[in-house]
Protein backbone atom coordinates (compact mmCIF):
# COMPACT_ATOMS: atom_id res chain seq x y z
CA UNK A 1 0.00 0.00 0.00
CA UNK A 2 1.48 3.30 -0.96
CA UNK A 3 2.79 5.68 1.70
CA UNK A 4 0.28 8.50 2.98
CA UNK A 5 0.84 12.19 1.67
CA UNK A 6 1.40 15.21 3.37
CA UNK A 7 -1.23 18.11 2.44
CA UNK A 8 -0.78 21.59 3.25
CA UNK A 9 -4.78 22.63 2.58
CA UNK A 10 -4.66 26.83 2.09
CA UNK A 11 -7.62 28.30 2.07
CA UNK A 12 -9.43 31.89 3.00
CA UNK A 13 -12.36 30.51 4.83
CA UNK A 14 -13.04 27.39 7.05
CA UNK A 15 -15.74 26.48 9.35
CA UNK A 16 -16.15 26.86 12.17
CA UNK A 17 -13.75 29.38 12.50
CA UNK A 18 -15.14 31.70 9.66
CA UNK A 19 -17.61 30.94 6.74
CA UNK A 20 -19.01 33.28 4.09
CA UNK A 21 -20.40 30.43 1.45
CA UNK A 22 -19.59 27.18 -0.20
CA UNK A 23 -15.80 27.02 0.11
CA UNK A 24 -15.67 27.20 4.23
CA UNK A 25 -17.80 23.92 3.64
CA UNK A 26 -15.57 22.56 1.97
CA UNK A 27 -12.92 23.45 3.40
CA UNK A 28 -13.72 21.22 6.28
CA UNK A 29 -14.75 18.25 4.53
CA UNK A 30 -12.60 17.25 2.05
CA UNK A 31 -9.52 17.56 3.88
CA UNK A 32 -11.48 15.37 6.59
CA UNK A 33 -12.24 12.63 4.04
CA UNK A 34 -8.39 13.19 2.83
CA UNK A 35 -7.52 12.27 6.46
CA UNK A 36 -9.37 9.13 6.35
CA UNK A 37 -8.23 8.22 3.34
CA UNK A 38 -4.63 7.97 5.59
CA UNK A 39 -3.20 11.44 4.13
CA UNK A 40 -1.50 14.08 6.56
CA UNK A 41 -3.65 17.11 6.18
CA UNK A 42 -3.09 20.46 7.71
CA UNK A 43 -5.05 23.75 7.09
CA UNK A 44 -4.08 26.63 7.04
CA UNK A 45 -6.03 30.00 6.98
CA UNK A 46 -6.25 33.71 8.19
CA UNK A 47 -8.06 34.04 11.96
CA UNK A 48 -10.84 36.77 11.56
CA UNK A 49 -11.77 39.04 13.82
CA UNK A 50 -11.95 37.91 18.10
CA UNK A 51 -13.17 34.56 17.94
CA UNK A 52 -14.38 32.31 21.17
CA UNK A 53 -11.21 30.33 21.26
CA UNK A 54 -11.97 28.58 24.25
CA UNK A 55 -14.92 27.49 22.74
CA UNK A 56 -13.06 26.40 19.87
CA UNK A 57 -10.32 25.48 21.47
CA UNK A 58 -7.48 27.19 19.94
CA UNK A 59 -4.11 27.53 21.44
CA UNK A 60 -1.02 29.76 20.87
CA UNK A 61 2.36 27.94 19.71
CA UNK A 62 4.81 29.39 21.57
CA UNK A 63 7.96 29.13 18.61
CA UNK A 64 5.68 30.64 15.95
CA UNK A 65 5.02 33.95 17.46
CA UNK A 66 6.17 37.26 15.99
CA UNK A 67 6.64 35.77 12.52
CA UNK A 68 8.01 38.75 10.17
CA UNK A 69 6.41 38.88 7.06
CA UNK A 70 7.11 41.71 4.37
CA UNK A 71 4.55 43.50 2.89
CA UNK A 72 5.81 46.05 0.29
CA UNK A 73 8.53 48.12 2.09
CA UNK A 74 7.45 47.06 5.33
CA UNK A 75 7.44 44.01 7.96
CA UNK A 76 4.26 42.96 9.56
CA UNK A 77 4.23 40.49 11.85
CA UNK A 78 2.35 37.20 12.48
CA UNK A 79 1.62 34.74 15.22
CA UNK A 80 0.34 30.89 14.53
CA UNK A 81 -2.61 29.67 16.33
CA UNK A 82 -3.40 26.06 16.46
CA UNK A 83 -6.68 24.16 16.88
CA UNK A 84 -7.94 21.20 15.61
CA UNK A 85 -11.40 19.92 13.29
CA UNK A 86 -12.53 17.03 15.18
CA UNK A 87 -15.12 14.40 13.71
CA UNK A 88 -15.74 10.59 14.12
CA UNK A 89 -13.57 10.63 10.96
CA UNK A 90 -10.97 11.55 13.09
CA UNK A 91 -8.95 15.32 13.77
CA UNK A 92 -7.33 17.99 11.74
CA UNK A 93 -4.90 20.59 12.48
CA UNK A 94 -5.80 23.75 11.63
CA UNK A 95 -3.14 26.48 11.70
CA UNK A 96 -4.99 29.99 12.09
CA UNK A 97 -2.64 33.23 10.65
CA UNK A 98 -2.76 35.97 13.20
CA UNK A 99 -2.70 39.67 12.84
CA UNK A 100 -5.41 42.44 14.00
CA UNK A 101 -4.54 44.82 11.51
CA UNK A 102 -5.31 42.42 8.61
CA UNK A 103 -7.73 39.95 10.19
CA UNK A 104 -9.24 41.95 12.85
CA UNK A 105 -12.44 42.06 11.19
CA UNK A 106 -14.88 39.69 11.43
CA UNK A 107 -16.22 39.91 7.91
CA UNK A 108 -13.27 37.74 5.44
CA UNK A 109 -13.80 40.04 2.69
CA UNK A 110 -16.20 42.18 2.96
CA UNK A 111 -16.56 46.03 5.40
CA UNK A 112 -19.69 44.92 7.06
CA UNK A 113 -21.00 48.42 7.65
CA UNK A 114 -20.05 49.83 3.60
CA UNK A 115 -20.75 46.39 1.63
CA UNK A 116 -17.79 47.15 -0.21
CA UNK A 117 -14.74 44.82 -0.36
CA UNK A 118 -11.93 46.19 2.04
CA UNK A 119 -9.57 48.71 0.53
CA UNK A 120 -6.30 46.69 1.81
CA UNK A 121 -7.77 43.38 0.15
CA UNK A 122 -4.46 43.59 -1.86
CA UNK A 123 -2.04 43.89 1.17
CA UNK A 124 -3.85 41.26 3.46
CA UNK A 125 -4.25 38.53 1.20
CA UNK A 126 -0.17 39.24 0.36
CA UNK A 127 0.35 39.23 3.83
CA UNK A 128 -1.85 35.70 4.27
CA UNK A 129 -0.29 34.42 0.99
CA UNK A 130 3.62 35.18 2.05
CA UNK A 131 3.03 34.24 5.38
CA UNK A 132 1.86 30.64 4.68
CA UNK A 133 5.00 29.99 2.63
CA UNK A 134 7.39 31.80 5.29
CA UNK A 135 5.54 29.34 8.19
CA UNK A 136 6.25 26.30 6.07
CA UNK A 137 10.09 26.53 7.28
CA UNK A 138 9.36 26.43 10.92
CA UNK A 139 6.80 23.54 11.41
CA UNK A 140 8.69 20.89 11.20
CA UNK A 141 6.85 19.04 8.57
CA UNK A 142 6.94 19.05 4.60
CA UNK A 143 3.89 18.51 2.51
CA UNK A 144 4.20 16.62 -0.58
CA UNK A 145 1.53 18.83 -1.98
CA UNK A 146 -0.03 22.44 -1.22
CA UNK A 147 -3.53 22.70 -2.25
CA UNK A 148 -4.63 26.19 -2.77
CA UNK A 149 -8.19 27.66 -3.32
CA UNK A 150 -9.45 30.65 -5.05
CA UNK A 151 -7.90 34.03 -5.70
CA UNK A 152 -7.08 34.58 -2.27
CA UNK A 153 -4.61 32.07 -2.44
CA UNK A 154 -3.06 32.63 -6.05
CA UNK A 155 0.14 33.74 -4.94
CA UNK A 156 1.39 30.62 -2.93
CA UNK A 157 2.01 28.52 -6.40
CA UNK A 158 4.61 31.57 -8.05
CA UNK A 159 6.12 32.17 -4.70
CA UNK A 160 7.09 28.73 -4.62
CA UNK A 161 8.29 28.82 -8.23
CA UNK A 162 10.13 31.91 -7.75
CA UNK A 163 11.03 33.67 -4.66
CA UNK A 164 11.68 30.20 -2.87
CA UNK A 165 12.95 28.08 -6.00
CA UNK A 166 15.72 27.37 -4.52
CA UNK A 167 14.45 26.40 -1.16
CA UNK A 168 15.06 22.66 -0.41
CA UNK A 169 12.23 22.62 1.55
CA UNK A 170 9.81 24.13 -1.28
CA UNK A 171 11.40 22.78 -4.86
CA UNK A 172 9.86 19.31 -4.39
CA UNK A 173 6.38 20.27 -3.70
CA UNK A 174 3.67 20.26 -6.02
CA UNK A 175 0.88 22.95 -5.86
CA UNK A 176 -2.52 22.15 -6.75
CA UNK A 177 -5.52 25.10 -7.61
CA UNK A 178 -9.22 24.84 -7.31
CA UNK A 179 -11.42 27.30 -8.95
CA UNK A 180 -14.17 27.66 -6.97
CA UNK A 181 -15.84 30.32 -8.65
CA UNK A 182 -14.02 32.02 -11.61
CA UNK A 183 -16.26 35.38 -11.22
CA UNK A 184 -13.63 36.21 -8.38
CA UNK A 185 -10.55 37.12 -9.59
CA UNK A 186 -8.60 39.06 -6.92
CA UNK A 187 -7.82 42.14 -9.47
CA UNK A 188 -6.28 45.30 -8.24
CA UNK A 189 -3.68 47.73 -10.03
CA UNK A 190 -0.33 47.48 -10.71
CA UNK A 191 1.15 48.86 -7.46
CA UNK A 192 -0.44 46.17 -5.31
CA UNK A 193 1.94 43.94 -7.61
CA UNK A 194 5.09 45.98 -5.97
CA UNK A 195 3.96 44.97 -2.39
CA UNK A 196 3.76 41.41 -3.17
CA UNK A 197 8.20 40.94 -3.28
CA UNK A 198 7.22 38.73 -6.88
CA UNK A 199 10.02 39.45 -9.24
CA UNK A 200 9.30 42.32 -12.30
CA UNK A 201 9.66 39.44 -15.01
CA UNK A 202 6.23 38.02 -14.41
CA UNK A 203 4.62 40.97 -14.35
CA UNK A 204 3.40 40.19 -18.18
CA UNK A 205 0.19 38.36 -19.69
CA UNK A 206 2.01 35.23 -19.54
CA UNK A 207 2.78 36.08 -16.03
CA UNK A 208 0.47 37.59 -13.26
CA UNK A 209 -0.61 40.92 -15.76
CA UNK A 210 -4.59 40.88 -16.69
CA UNK A 211 -5.98 43.98 -18.43
CA UNK A 212 -3.35 46.35 -16.75
CA UNK A 213 -4.15 44.78 -13.34
CA UNK A 214 -2.61 42.70 -10.99
CA UNK A 215 -4.34 39.40 -10.47
CA UNK A 216 -4.74 36.97 -7.95
CA UNK A 217 -6.21 34.45 -10.04
CA UNK A 218 -4.13 34.57 -13.18
CA UNK A 219 -1.40 34.14 -11.05
CA UNK A 220 -2.28 30.60 -10.09
CA UNK A 221 -3.63 29.56 -13.39
CA UNK A 222 -0.06 30.66 -14.84
CA UNK A 223 2.18 28.84 -11.64
CA UNK A 224 0.05 25.84 -9.90
CA UNK A 225 1.18 22.52 -11.04
CA UNK A 226 -1.98 21.21 -11.83
CA UNK A 227 -5.44 23.30 -11.83
CA UNK A 228 -8.99 22.00 -10.51
CA UNK A 229 -12.40 22.57 -10.79
CA UNK A 230 -15.64 21.82 -8.69
CA UNK A 231 -17.28 19.81 -11.52
CA UNK A 232 -16.75 18.28 -14.76
CA UNK A 233 -19.02 20.84 -16.88
CA UNK A 234 -17.74 23.57 -15.34
CA UNK A 235 -14.44 22.59 -16.38
CA UNK A 236 -15.23 22.17 -20.17
CA UNK A 237 -17.38 25.19 -19.84
CA UNK A 238 -14.65 27.82 -18.67
CA UNK A 239 -12.34 26.91 -20.58
CA UNK A 240 -14.67 26.76 -24.06
CA UNK A 241 -15.99 30.39 -24.16
CA UNK A 242 -16.18 33.81 -22.68
CA UNK A 243 -19.44 33.51 -20.95
CA UNK A 244 -18.11 31.04 -18.44
CA UNK A 245 -14.46 31.73 -18.83
CA UNK A 246 -14.74 35.99 -17.82
CA UNK A 247 -11.52 36.76 -20.03
CA UNK A 248 -9.34 33.22 -18.41
CA UNK A 249 -10.62 30.96 -21.57
CA UNK A 250 -7.00 31.44 -23.45
CA UNK A 251 -5.01 30.29 -20.87
CA UNK A 252 -7.15 27.87 -19.84
CA UNK A 253 -7.86 26.15 -22.62
CA UNK A 254 -4.02 26.32 -23.13
CA UNK A 255 -3.49 24.77 -19.81
CA UNK A 256 -6.53 22.42 -20.73
CA UNK A 257 -4.03 19.31 -19.74
CA UNK A 258 -3.82 20.15 -16.45
CA UNK A 259 -7.07 21.28 -16.33
CA UNK A 260 -9.61 18.75 -13.91
CA UNK A 261 -13.16 19.07 -13.35
CA UNK A 262 -13.86 16.56 -9.51
CA UNK A 263 -17.47 17.19 -8.24
CA UNK A 264 -17.39 18.60 -4.45
CA UNK A 265 -19.29 15.98 -2.08
CA UNK A 266 -21.99 16.39 0.36
CA UNK A 267 -21.25 15.73 4.10
CA UNK A 268 -24.09 13.45 4.93
CA UNK A 269 -23.35 13.73 8.55
CA UNK A 270 -24.79 16.99 8.54
CA UNK A 271 -27.39 16.71 5.32
CA UNK A 272 -29.12 13.24 5.90
CA UNK A 273 -33.24 13.46 6.81
CA UNK A 274 -32.48 9.89 8.93
CA UNK A 275 -29.87 11.73 11.36
CA UNK A 276 -30.85 15.53 10.82
CA UNK A 277 -31.48 17.21 14.39
CA UNK A 278 -32.91 20.41 12.50
CA UNK A 279 -35.88 19.29 11.57
CA UNK A 280 -38.81 17.96 13.18
CA UNK A 281 -39.04 14.76 11.79
CA UNK A 282 -36.74 12.68 10.71
CA UNK A 283 -37.02 10.03 7.83
CA UNK A 284 -36.02 8.14 5.42
CA UNK A 285 -36.95 6.62 1.83
CA UNK A 286 -39.30 4.31 3.92
CA UNK A 287 -41.04 6.32 5.85
CA UNK A 288 -42.13 9.61 3.75
CA UNK A 289 -45.36 10.57 5.53
CA UNK A 290 -42.98 11.48 8.11
CA UNK A 291 -41.66 13.99 5.29
CA UNK A 292 -45.17 15.02 4.79
CA UNK A 293 -45.19 16.39 8.58
CA UNK A 294 -41.93 18.23 7.97
CA UNK A 295 -44.12 19.92 5.23
CA UNK A 296 -46.72 20.79 7.41
CA UNK A 297 -44.48 22.13 9.98
CA UNK A 298 -42.35 24.64 7.18
CA UNK A 299 -45.91 25.58 5.61
CA UNK A 300 -46.94 26.39 9.82
CA UNK A 301 -43.83 28.60 10.18
CA UNK A 302 -44.32 30.86 7.17
CA UNK A 303 -48.28 30.69 8.51
CA UNK A 304 -49.44 29.50 5.49
CA UNK A 305 -52.00 26.41 4.91
CA UNK A 306 -51.02 22.82 4.23
CA UNK A 307 -52.44 21.11 1.98
CA UNK A 308 -50.89 17.41 0.53
CA UNK A 309 -52.49 18.15 -3.05
CA UNK A 310 -50.20 21.46 -3.13
CA UNK A 311 -46.74 20.86 -4.03
CA UNK A 312 -44.52 23.62 -2.30
CA UNK A 313 -41.43 25.18 -4.36
CA UNK A 314 -38.31 25.58 -2.27
CA UNK A 315 -35.59 28.10 -3.02
CA UNK A 316 -32.38 28.66 -0.84
CA UNK A 317 -29.79 31.03 -2.72
CA UNK A 318 -28.25 33.96 -3.15
CA UNK A 319 -31.31 36.67 -4.93
CA UNK A 320 -28.69 37.51 -7.71
CA UNK A 321 -28.55 37.11 -11.63
CA UNK A 322 -26.15 34.58 -11.90
CA UNK A 323 -28.31 32.26 -9.87
CA UNK A 324 -31.14 33.17 -12.42
CA UNK A 325 -33.60 35.18 -10.50
CA UNK A 326 -33.95 37.67 -13.79
CA UNK A 327 -35.57 33.80 -15.10
CA UNK A 328 -37.92 33.37 -12.25
CA UNK A 329 -38.90 37.55 -11.81
CA UNK A 330 -39.94 36.75 -15.01
CA UNK A 331 -41.91 33.46 -14.46
CA UNK A 332 -44.10 34.70 -11.33
CA UNK A 333 -47.10 35.47 -12.77
CA UNK A 334 -47.04 32.03 -14.11
CA UNK A 335 -46.23 30.71 -11.72
CA UNK A 336 -48.64 32.70 -8.79
CA UNK A 337 -51.65 31.33 -11.27
CA UNK A 338 -50.30 27.58 -10.69
CA UNK A 339 -52.12 25.82 -7.91
CA UNK A 340 -48.40 25.76 -5.88
CA UNK A 341 -46.68 27.39 -2.96
CA UNK A 342 -43.16 29.07 -2.84
CA UNK A 343 -40.90 29.43 -0.16
CA UNK A 344 -37.89 31.44 -0.64
CA UNK A 345 -35.06 31.95 1.52
CA UNK A 346 -32.01 34.51 1.18
CA UNK A 347 -30.45 37.57 1.09
CA UNK A 348 -28.91 39.43 -2.13
CA UNK A 349 -29.33 42.03 -4.83
CA UNK A 350 -32.09 44.81 -3.24
CA UNK A 351 -34.16 44.80 -6.65
CA UNK A 352 -34.93 40.91 -5.86
CA UNK A 353 -35.59 41.25 -2.45
CA UNK A 354 -38.37 44.20 -3.23
CA UNK A 355 -39.51 41.49 -6.04
CA UNK A 356 -39.96 39.28 -3.52
CA UNK A 357 -41.70 41.44 -0.64
CA UNK A 358 -44.25 42.55 -3.17
CA UNK A 359 -44.29 39.09 -4.30
CA UNK A 360 -45.46 38.40 -0.73
CA UNK A 361 -47.92 41.10 -0.11
CA UNK A 362 -49.69 40.21 -3.38
CA UNK A 363 -49.83 36.47 -2.20
CA UNK A 364 -49.88 35.70 1.42
CA UNK A 365 -51.42 32.73 1.19
CA UNK A 366 -49.09 31.31 -1.50
CA UNK A 367 -45.67 32.54 -0.80
CA UNK A 368 -43.28 32.31 2.26
CA UNK A 369 -40.44 34.87 2.87
CA UNK A 370 -37.13 34.76 4.85
CA UNK A 371 -34.81 37.59 3.84
CA UNK A 372 -31.43 36.76 5.05
CA UNK A 373 -29.58 32.80 6.47
CA UNK A 374 -30.84 30.78 8.86
CA UNK A 375 -29.11 27.36 8.55
CA UNK A 376 -32.27 25.68 10.44
CA UNK A 377 -34.43 27.25 8.02
CA UNK A 378 -32.30 26.01 5.48
CA UNK A 379 -32.79 22.12 6.89
CA UNK A 380 -36.41 22.38 7.00
CA UNK A 381 -36.91 23.90 3.91
CA UNK A 382 -35.12 20.45 2.00
CA UNK A 383 -37.05 18.42 4.38
CA UNK A 384 -40.51 19.89 4.02
CA UNK A 385 -40.50 21.29 0.41
CA UNK A 386 -41.60 18.77 -2.82
CA UNK A 387 -39.61 20.82 -5.52
CA UNK A 388 -36.51 22.69 -5.04
CA UNK A 389 -35.60 25.08 -7.77
CA UNK A 390 -32.01 26.34 -9.35
CA UNK A 391 -32.19 28.21 -12.59
CA UNK A 392 -28.54 29.41 -12.60
CA UNK A 393 -27.13 31.34 -15.16
CA UNK A 394 -24.18 29.18 -14.19
CA UNK A 395 -22.83 26.76 -11.34
CA UNK A 396 -19.72 25.72 -10.45
CA UNK A 397 -20.73 23.08 -8.63
CA UNK A 398 -23.57 23.72 -6.57
CA UNK A 399 -24.53 21.40 -3.35
CA UNK A 400 -28.32 22.19 -2.54
CA UNK A 401 -29.29 20.04 -5.36
CA UNK A 402 -27.53 17.03 -4.12
CA UNK A 403 -28.61 17.86 -0.47
CA UNK A 404 -32.55 17.87 -2.30
CA UNK A 405 -32.12 14.34 -3.33
CA UNK A 406 -31.33 13.14 -0.05
CA UNK A 407 -34.71 14.77 1.28
CA UNK A 408 -36.62 13.36 -1.42
CA UNK A 409 -36.87 17.41 -3.09
CA UNK A 410 -37.02 17.04 -6.32
CA UNK A 411 -34.73 19.39 -8.49
CA UNK A 412 -35.56 21.35 -10.92
CA UNK A 413 -32.33 22.73 -12.60
CA UNK A 414 -31.01 24.41 -15.50
CA UNK A 415 -28.06 22.04 -17.24
CA UNK A 416 -24.96 23.94 -16.43
CA UNK A 417 -21.79 23.00 -14.28
CA UNK A 418 -22.46 20.90 -11.43
CA UNK A 419 -26.12 21.04 -11.92
CA UNK A 420 -25.56 19.08 -15.15
CA UNK A 421 -23.38 16.22 -13.88
CA UNK A 422 -25.45 15.78 -10.70
CA UNK A 423 -29.30 16.25 -11.86
CA UNK A 424 -30.57 14.17 -15.63
CA UNK A 425 -34.21 14.62 -16.68
CA UNK A 426 -36.40 12.18 -15.42
CA UNK A 427 -38.20 10.16 -18.24
CA UNK A 428 -39.30 6.57 -18.69
CA UNK A 429 -38.55 5.82 -14.91
CA UNK A 430 -35.09 6.98 -14.91
CA UNK A 431 -33.33 10.27 -13.47
CA UNK A 432 -33.69 12.34 -10.75
CA UNK A 433 -34.79 15.75 -11.61
CA UNK A 434 -36.38 18.26 -14.20
CA UNK A 435 -34.08 20.17 -16.49
CA UNK A 436 -33.91 22.86 -18.65
CA UNK A 437 -31.13 23.63 -21.56
CA UNK A 438 -31.46 27.37 -23.15
CA UNK A 439 -31.61 29.97 -20.30
CA UNK A 440 -35.06 31.37 -21.12
CA UNK A 441 -38.18 32.19 -19.09
CA UNK A 442 -40.15 29.63 -21.55
CA UNK A 443 -37.63 26.96 -20.81
CA UNK A 444 -37.44 27.36 -17.09
CA UNK A 445 -41.71 27.58 -16.96
CA UNK A 446 -41.63 24.38 -19.07
CA UNK A 447 -39.55 22.74 -16.70
CA UNK A 448 -41.78 23.34 -13.24
CA UNK A 449 -44.60 22.47 -15.59
CA UNK A 450 -43.01 19.32 -15.80
CA UNK A 451 -42.37 18.65 -12.30
CA UNK A 452 -45.94 19.77 -11.15
CA UNK A 453 -47.61 17.80 -14.08
CA UNK A 454 -46.08 14.53 -12.33
CA UNK A 455 -46.50 15.75 -8.74
CA UNK A 456 -50.33 14.96 -9.63
CA UNK A 457 -49.18 11.38 -10.55
CA UNK A 458 -48.49 9.99 -6.80
CA UNK A 459 -47.45 6.83 -7.22
CA UNK A 460 -44.65 7.81 -10.04
CA UNK A 461 -43.99 11.10 -8.28
CA UNK A 462 -42.99 8.64 -5.14
CA UNK A 463 -40.94 6.57 -7.15
CA UNK A 464 -38.92 9.20 -8.40
CA UNK A 465 -38.50 10.52 -4.71
CA UNK A 466 -37.22 6.78 -3.60
CA UNK A 467 -35.04 7.60 -6.71
CA UNK A 468 -33.82 10.13 -5.80
CA UNK A 469 -32.74 9.20 -2.17
CA UNK A 470 -31.00 6.71 -3.36
CA UNK A 471 -28.07 8.82 -5.22
CA UNK A 472 -24.69 9.06 -3.30
CA UNK A 473 -22.58 12.21 -3.53
CA UNK A 474 -20.23 11.94 -0.56
CA UNK A 475 -16.98 13.13 -0.38
CA UNK A 476 -14.81 10.04 -0.33
CA UNK A 477 -15.35 9.30 -3.87
CA UNK A 478 -14.22 13.40 -4.96
CA UNK A 479 -11.66 13.06 -2.07
CA UNK A 480 -9.84 9.42 -3.92
CA UNK A 481 -10.01 11.07 -7.00
CA UNK A 482 -7.82 14.35 -5.48
CA UNK A 483 -5.37 11.52 -4.53
CA UNK A 484 -5.21 9.90 -8.14
CA UNK A 485 -4.49 13.81 -8.81
CA UNK A 486 -1.92 14.27 -5.99
CA UNK A 487 -0.12 11.09 -6.82
CA UNK A 488 0.08 11.47 -10.77
CA UNK A 489 1.98 15.11 -9.90
CA UNK A 490 4.62 13.09 -7.57
CA UNK A 491 5.00 10.50 -10.14
CA UNK A 492 6.00 12.85 -12.79
CA UNK A 493 8.62 14.26 -10.91
CA UNK A 494 10.17 11.00 -10.33
Request: overall charge positive.
Amino acid sequence: MPKGLNILFCTSEVTPYSKTGGLADVSNSLPQELNALGHAVRIITPKYGPLDERKLRIYEIKRLTGIEVPVGDRIAICNIKSSFIVSPKGKVQVFLIENDEFFGQTSPYVDAKSGKDYPSNDERFIFYNRAVVQVLGLLGWQPDIIHCNDWQTGLIPAYIKTIHSKDPLLNSVKSVFTIHNLAFQGLFPHKSFLKSGLPDNIYNENGVEYYDQFSFLKTALNFSDIITTVSEKYAQEISASHEYGYGFEGILKKRKKDLYGILNGVDYTVWNPEKDKLIPFRYSSKELPLKRENKKALLKHFELDYDAEVPVLGVISRLTDQKGFDLVEAILKDLMSENIQLIILGTGDKTYQKIFENLKKKNPKKVGLHLGFSEELAHLIEAGSDIFLMPSKYEPCGLNQMYSLRYGTIPVVRATGGLADTISEYKNGKGNGFVFEKYEPAALLNAVRRALKLFKNREEWIKLVRQAMAYDFSWEVSAKKYVELYRSLIKKEK
